[in-house]
Nanobody, 125 residues
Framework: QVQVVESGGGLVQAGGSLRLSCVAS????????MGWFRQAPGKGREFVAA????????YYADSVKGRFTISGDNAKNTVNLQMNSLQPEDTAVYYC??????????????????WGQGTQVTVSS
């Protein structure tokens, strides 16, 4: 059984910062990549950022490039998302995801087989 748990959401004013953390755990679990997605009210799930452990590559949605930074520890299956210069349009439930399977783009949510429950991020104007 694999568990994915996020933490660090909250309420912040526009221009502020938040840091999200996530850990994926399971007896023999190891992931090829971990990522963050978000879903705003009335919208679909949107890719935010991901890290592919093998090459150590990181990927970002255009909307967050230059403002968000993903980092983590492969051995511990942990990933963080530092979010700076937050804007009201960043308001959403943020989900951490982990993938134990290859063959998917890092931005494709279909390729992630383990998901957290989500953490709310609210940015006030």
């Amino acid at each position: 059984q694999v568990q994915v748990v996020e933490s660090g959401g909250g309420l912040v004013q526009a221009g502020g910062s938040l840091r999200l953390s996530c850990v994926a755990s399971g007896r023999t679990f190891s992931s090829y990549r971990m990522g963050w997605f978000r879903q705003a009210p009335g919208k679909g799930r949107e890719f935010v950022a991901a890290v592919r452990w093998g090459p150590g590559s990181t990927y970002y949605a255009d909307s967050v490039k230059g403002r968000f930074t993903i980092s983590g520890d492969n051995a511990k299956n942990t990933v963080n998302l530092q979010m700076n210069s937050l804007q009201p349009e960043d308001t959403a439930v943020y989900y951490c995801a982990a993938a134990s399977q290859l063959g998917w783009a890092s931005s494709d949510y279909n390729g992630y087989n383990y998901w957290g429950q989500g953490t709310q991020v609210t940015v006030s104007s």
